[in-house]
């Protein structure tokens, strides 16, 4: 597999450091709110980098951290009346509701701030005993200048980032360069914790280093996340790190692009901001999963009712041909014909067509197109009916690729007909055999407009999901 690494800024072939268990880290929210589609984008991608380097027989140990500590979360304590503590833990929860949504595993390990802070304290004393940082009236400051490779990542040069860099009044810092790694508490009311320089809190930078450390080793694999975190945020998980460890951080960086709301940046102030929260009510999460995946992960992406409503149209007609293959499966009869066992055998080609395009740097859309190919002939050959074997093979393939990708889950997996869906098919059965023509076909137009059409078959009745 070859993956693209902002640090060199070239595809290069992963080899991970250890075979047995690959090793990534994933920055993960802040937990003060809803997370939006932005943050919905990173979550998606690099939980199918996981289930493929998986479904490629490795063991991977996926950290992914709950930011729970920070001037967000205070903030929004404050405007409810609350304890940060509380606000932090519900929107730990409400993650949990929209990640299963979107189908993206719980991680590994979801360490949070909170339950890190001794070794948070000690990693920054660490740095102040070997001359990276320090303290500065109860805040703690890393000094950039002193590691020689700053900017490594982010292509910045130092000079660059001098000339931009200011110094706030109320700043202790013998630099403008340097950052935090502890904030003093300045109201009663913050979060704060005992440490060598007071009471105090850690700044944002810090904490990642220390999680990754503490729960994968001094170099990982894999460290990912959006664009937006390349600088300063990774840039200074790295001079930290390296300064404490003396090693690489991590081997390999991967940045998913940004996503722009009908062309436009996403802005709380144009009104353009979502909430996946918000997406849910118009749209499965299935949907939003498989647009978020419709493009490669590095390129930006447009958000859109226009491309949300192409996305849901071919994910339907994808779930058009897995059910097709379901019912061909459970009502055909017979093993493979010899015409069905060339062809099949010619089906086969698509699994390395799938893994060509996701060994190319997680080429997720290019995987989606090789599955609409798979689909196209198999369509092909089963458009006169199919064995039950072939039937089933073919449905095997096409769910074995998709699993990789997260999407076209079985209905037990992903909750099953709607309940009022169900209700409405059961009564328009009742109505058919009551004779009832005139409500049945009544409902049969309810369901067409939720995008449910039903086909009546000499072995019952199909629900098919179909365009609007």
Known sequence: MKIYNTLTRKKEEFVPIDENEIKIYVCGPT???YFHIGNARPFVVFDTLRKYL????????FVQNFTDVDDKIINKAREEGVKAGEISEKYIEEYYKDAKALNVEKASVHPKVTENMTEIIDFVQELIDKGYAYEAGGDVYYSTRKFNDYGKLSKQNIEDLEAGARIEVEEKKQDPLDFALWKAQKTDDELAWKSPWGLGRPGWHIECSVMST??????????????????????NEIAQTEAHTGKPFANYWMHNGYITIDNEKMSKSKGNFFTVRDILKD??????????????????????????EQAKNALAR??????????LAEKGEGRLTDREKTAYEELLKYREKFIDAMDDD??????ISVIFELIKDINTVSKDGATKEFAEKCLSLLDE??????????????????????????????????????????????LKAKGITLEDTPQGVRVVLCKN
């Open 401 to 446: 690729l998709t699993a990789v990708l997260g999407i076209l889950r079985d209905k037990e997996e992903s909750g099953g007909i709607d309940e009022e869906i169900q209700k409405l098919v059961d009564e328009r059965q009742a109505a058919r055999k009551a004779k009832d023509f005139a409500r049945s076909d009544e409902i049969r137009d309810i």
């Open 283 to 308: 749209y499965d999460g299935e949907i939003m999963r498989f647009f978020l995946l419709s493009g490669h992960y590095r390129s930006p992406i447009n958000f859109s009712r226009e491309l949300m």
């Open 214 to 235: 503490k729960y994968l080793g001094e170099t990982i694999d894999i460290h990912a996340g959006g664009q937006d975190l390349t600088f300063p945020h990774h840039e």
């Open 31 to 33: 937990v003060y709110n």
């Open 54 to 61: 998986t479904y490629r027989g490795k063991t991977v140990k």
């Open 362 to 367: 997680l080429n997720t859309a290019d995987a």
């Open 318 to 327: 994808m779930q058009n041909a897995k059910n097709n293959l379901k019912h």
